[in-house]
């Protein structure tokens, strides 16, 4: 098990020498191989990675160009380079899933089903969608097993700066420079429409920050509880509620905020501002006087917070550069974060120190993000020919069905790791009937549809002999029949 | 507990299987594989040839034992290297023996063969060694010998397909002729699930390398592109779409497609393939003999499971799928339907055939919903874009009729199609799954009302009460005919009074299976679809609740089922619902851990933060109590080995720690992050004057809070009561009961002062 941190530069100015621009992949608690991406200066959210498998990929916005680099895991120049309308600003990936409404759902009797099946996931594995906002403030969003774009929508009036799904895939939310937050249902977006130009509005709109959104985050909770959090460049961090679209509280700070992560268990928030200090916000905390533990925020009340004189909750390492990007670890000690310099640290969250210095960037930070990996020995096998994906169209699909062609594959079974012995033994002593004459265990349907030559032979020699002997017996009867006839004639003449 | 038989006693029992040893042999060969690796290499010798003998002996029953033998010892890397090659060698002689007629000998030998495949592929030299030079022998003697036990040498031959497929290229149009006549064979489509299923599968891998003249002609046709591995899968695949359509066209024959101009389009625009290979032969259908018609959907059936098994077979390498194509298709055979397009004239005035004929269609639909159920499962997202068009299609399946201007359920149409509706209900589950944001819930409402139709018992019985009914009605007008007809019916129904009187018994439940599947379907709709009507959302609590409680009474427990049923009831309310079903559910599931926590909702264990603050905390109270202080050096135990970090710990040791100590002064720390507090503990802290029961004075309470947190609050919301918690709206009563309690407790002291004054004076 390894945790590995993946970051990418926003190159300032107007550098010509892009190939300098290098992202990483950083493993955080060994000090192995680190996987440098070239060419990956992005806007800020403008690039995601899918894992650190073989087969994996990431997928960079380039500042500057319409072009998206797609690079495979473990190499260093991008695979394809694939021509988009216009420069995108933010990426975001819709996930296909792999769970069945079998697995999901109410199993047997027992709480542990023994007969789950694992499928192994593919070599060849894409997201199902890749959405980019255009630099003119247009969604994108294409079907990446087919290429397809499937939609193109003006939402924005500025650029988009940060896109983000839900956990169950059934939301996207945007939010751009023009301060506005746009919920959109996934499922409008990707709907095939051949009969007239398709009309898609946002589920919801979302306008109380009063100035550009610099960061996002949703947590991973099921659709009745899952919140959004938004920073803005009003140093206003707003949550709300993603099922009834309710602002839930709203917290002010002084300084504006960029950029901003959330505690996986929603228990505190942690914002990277533009004085360089990065502040924790605990949404729970003790009453002083009771020791009960109390929660902040909710129904919306607006909260200002203080000042951190004492530096208990901030840490302070990147001032005075405003820092950019946060992530945090899997187990939620240890935060990663990323300023403007280019510098990105791993710290830990409870004794605020820092314990890493990760290699700095050229330019400032635009994405972190960490994965966790878990490398198996068929990792290690490097896979020639992965095939690449399909261009990403520029054009609309028609909304004909017979467009949509995917590359796909499917994932084989899991070998069986171990021999269930006792399972085998049952059948072994069932088959063993057979031979002490305690069971007729006959053949299949198919067992013996080819008689064996000798057998056939004998069938016919058999039925010769039969013919024979029928064909006699009826002579013979016909022979006693008539001489009976005769007999009675006979008597009757009598 | 090891129960070793020594070598020495395994190879003299080799020499004399009986039947009474096999077990313990085969489980210490097993079990003990240090047992053969210390072998010396006479006696590993010794026993290769043994297991040889046994294998070569002519008596059937030693043989089988050799076999058993050999599948346990397949997984000994000792035995494979030294006697792999001996022993596959004589396991390729025994299938190719057509001396004997045993199945179960031909299914050992080929499942050994297989058992031994699976051990050595992967590993780089016994492959070369072993493998190798005999999978060509292998490969011939399964396919040679095929028909001796199709469904063991499918699963075999699949295999090698799949794995060894440039060894298995020179055979691939003899097994390709084999499962062709399997195909056609007539009675193909009454073959079990599982057989069909594998011959549709191997008869795709076998299109996995294929390149025949066609393909390259193909590929060459479109210049300069270059031959990709799929061109042969592709093509394949168009041609079963193509001949699928040629199929369906014979309906035009039967049934009235002109009426639906949409069909037709439909039909010509999935595409014309010049040339294009049949696997079928010709159908003869004939009116006259209506049995013969039933082949047509036979015929769909055998072909959108060869798609089906096409589109959704794993592959070692990535595909190009039309699926596109594919969801056409299904949608276009769901689609005709004798509802809504008639049959022809002239043979609907023949009710029989007219009826033969909307069955045949009938089963087409079916096979379409099993395919599209098929494409959902497997390819999941990518099948969201045309899911309006998917439900709209599937609702053409349901039997309605029309009364009035109502569109009501067919019941008696619905139960003889439980089994196409079951696919249905499947299907739109998968979907749902996907998209809970749908428009119209006209085909979900639909799927309720036949879903709760096929829970119910059935009764055979319906019509033929009915029918007495209907019979017995017209008594009263004519009473002398009346009277006559009663004696002979009663004559008639002497064997019938079983019926007439214990109807009840008659009843059947609904299979395990469809209860399953519906169920499934409504934990879909409860938790995905929040704003469906309040009256099907009724009718889901009263069907779960009803159940549940049945079961409870017969059973004393409640199936696993129906407890996530009842929970997710509970856990995702309707947008619509005025009504709370906590209390049912409550009551009906004791000591459950996920209603307990919703009623009882805590909030998330703190990281260390918290620890070190209360530490301090402490600190200040250190004067209180004793046993406080005791619980104060335990924090001060667990804070301080919370602190150090190094950088050089791996991940799963940093999780390890730091868990077991969150484990520990969690335990520690229980008494103080409950949300709740127990009455003396609340009398306590009254009697300190600290903090104001929250229930009582809500405003000053959550002041009191934030002037004590570093928050400062600008405005007071006035529903803003209790800030003890954040409570949903269904854990209300639940809490106002807590409250109560409570409230009870402080008024229960007033009135005993009362008295004691009283008494005084």
Known sequence: MEEIVFYNPESQGEEKSNALNLGYATPIHTQTNVNGFRQASTYPNGAVITGTKQGDRVFVAC???????????????????????????????????????????????????????????????????????????????????????????????????????????????????????????????????????????????????????????????????????????????????????????TFIVSGIVESIVVDSADRAIFIGLQNGNIRQIDLYEANKASNILEAKGGA???????????????????????????????????????????????????SKQVVKELKEVTGSVAN????????????????????????????????????????????????????????????????????????????????????????????????????????AYADLRSMYEELYKEHTKLLEKK | MSVEVPISVILSTLDTPRPGNLQYILKTLYSNSSLITQLSKSELSHLISRVNNLIQSKDEYKRWYGLHLVQVLAFNPVILTTGGAAILVSLIKLVNDRSYDNVLLFQNACLAISQIVKNI?????????????????????????????????????????????????????????????????????????KLQAAVCKAYAYLNLTKSSNQASSAAATNSNVQALP????????????????????????????SADANINKQLLSLGKLENSKKIFGKLSVDVNDSSTILQISQRVGVLTRLLAAFLTSATPFALRAPLG???????????????????????????????????????????????????????????????????????????????????????????????????????????LQLNGHISDFEVIYKLIDASLLLLKKRTPLDELIDKQQQSAAPQGQGQGQGKKNKNKRNKDATPMSDILSHSALFELSPSKSTVKTVSSFFAIVIRKLNKINISYRIKLIKYIVSVSLKQYLACGKISHMNVKLLEDLVLYPNDFENFNNLAI??????????????????????????????????????????????????????????????????????????????????????????????????????????????????????????????????????????KKAKLEQQTAPTTATADQSDDEGSDFEMPVIDIDSDDEE
């Open chain 1, 63 to 249: 500042k500057g160009k319409a072009l998206i680099h797609v690079y495979t895991w473990g190499k260093e120049a991008p695979e394809q380079k694939i021509p988009v309308p216009e420069q995108l600003t933010c990426l975001t990936l819709v996930h296909n899933k792999e769970e069945n409404v079998s697995d999901v759902d109410l199993g047997q009797d027992f709480i542990f089903e023994e007969n789950e099946e694992f499928t192994k996931l593919p070599k060849f594995k894409i997201p199902y969608l890749l959405i980019g906002g255009g630099i003119s403030g247009k969604l994108y969003t294409w079907e990446l097993s087919s290429g397809l774009l499937l939609s193109v929508k003006e939402a924005h009036y500025q650029a988009p700066t940060v896109l983000k799904t839900t956990a169950d895939n059934s939301y996207l939310v945007s939010a751009g420079k023009d301060a506005r937050i746009l919920v959109w249902k996934i499922s409008d977006l990707v709907a095939f429409d051949s009969t007239e130009e398709k009309i898609i509005k946002p589920a919801h709109v979302i306008s109380d920050h009063s100035l550009e959104i610099t960061d996002m985050f949703i947590n991973n909770n099921i659709a009745q509880d899952s919140k959004l959090y938004t920073v803005s460049k009003d140093s206003t961090i707003r949550v709300y509620s993603l099922f009834n679209f309710q602002l839930l509280s």
């Open chain 1, 300 to 350: 919306g009340r607006i909260l200002t917070l203080a000042e951190d004189h004492e530096l208990k909750s901030t840490i302070t390492y990147h001032a005075p550069h405003p820092v950019k990007r946060l992530a945090l670890s899997l187990d939620g000690s240890l935060i990663i974060s990323g300023d403007e310099k280019g510098r990105v640290v791993v710290s830990d969250i409870v």
């Open chain 1, 368 to 471: 972190i993000q960490v994965l966790s990996s878990y490398q198996t020995a068929e990792d290690s096998v490097v896979e020639k020919n992965n095939r690449a994906m399909l261009p990403l169209k520029r054009v609309i699909a028609s909304g004909e069905l017979k467009e949509q062609e995917v590359i796909f594959q499917k994932g084989m079974d899991q070998d069986q790791e171990l021999f269930n012995l006792d399972d085998y033994l049952q059948r072994v002593s069932s088959e063993a009937l057979h031979f002490e004459g305690l069971s007729s265990v006959q053949s299949n349907a198919f067992g013996n549809v080819a008689t064996s030559g000798d057998n056939a032979a004998m069938v016919k020699v058999l039925q010769e002999k039969n013919d024979k002997v029928t064909k």
């Open chain 2, 121 to 193: 592929r992967g590993k780089p030299s016994l492959t070369r060694e072993v493998l190798t030079p005999n999978l060509s022998n292998i490969i011939a003697a399964l396919i040679d010998n095929f028909e001796r036990d199709v469904a063991t040498v499918l699963q075999v031959a699949t295999d090698l397909l799949l794995r060894n497929t440039t060894t298995f290229k020179p055979f691939i149009n003899k097994f390709e002729v084999k499962l062709t006549a399997l195909l056609n064979n007539a009675n193909f489509a009454t073959f079990d699930d």
């Open chain 2, 230 to 257: 799929d061109d042969q899968w592709r093509l394949r695949i168009f041609q079963i779409v193509e001949e699928l359509k040629e199929v369906v066209q014979l309906y035009e024959n039967l049934i009235d497609l």
């Open chain 2, 325 to 431: 194509l594919a969801i056409k298709v299904a949608t276009l055979l769901i689609s005709i339907s004798t509802s809504y397009i008639p049959v022809k004239r002239e043979f609907g005035r023949e009710s029989g055939l007219g009826k033969v004929i909307q069955l045949d269609v009938a089963h087409s639909q079916a096979h379409g919903v099993v395919l599209l159920r098929a494409l959902v499962e497997t390819y999941k997202f990518n099948v969201l874009s045309s899911s309006h068009l998917i439900f709209s299609s599937l609702e053409v399946i349901i039997p309605v009729t029309k009364s009035g201007k109502v569109f009501k359920i067919d019941d008696a149409r619905c139960l003889n199609l439980e089994s196409e509706l079951l696919q249905v209900i499947g299907a739109v589950s998968e979907l």
């Open chain 2, 585 to 722: 559910v409550k009551n009906l599931l004791p000591n459950n851990q996920v209603l307990s926590l919703l009623t009882n909702p805590r909030f998330p264990v703190l990281d260390s933060k918290v620890k070190q603050r209360l530490e301090s905390q402490y600190a200040d109270l250190e004067e209180e109590e004793e046993q406080q202080e005791d619980e104060d050096e335990e924090l001060a135990e667990t804070a301080v080995e919370q602190l150090p970090h190094t950088s050089n710990t791996t991940l799963a040791e940093e999780i390890d720690r730091r868990t077991t100590s969150t484990t520990a002064s969690n335990s520690a720390n229980t008494p103080m992050v409950e949300v709740f507090k127990s009455n003396s503990e609340l009398k306590k802290i009254q009697e300190q004057q600290s903090l104001t029961f929250a229930k009582e004075e809500p405003s000053t309470a959550s002041k009191r809070q934030f002037q004590d947190s570093e928050m400062v609050e600008d405005s007071i919301p006035v529903a803003a009561a209790n």
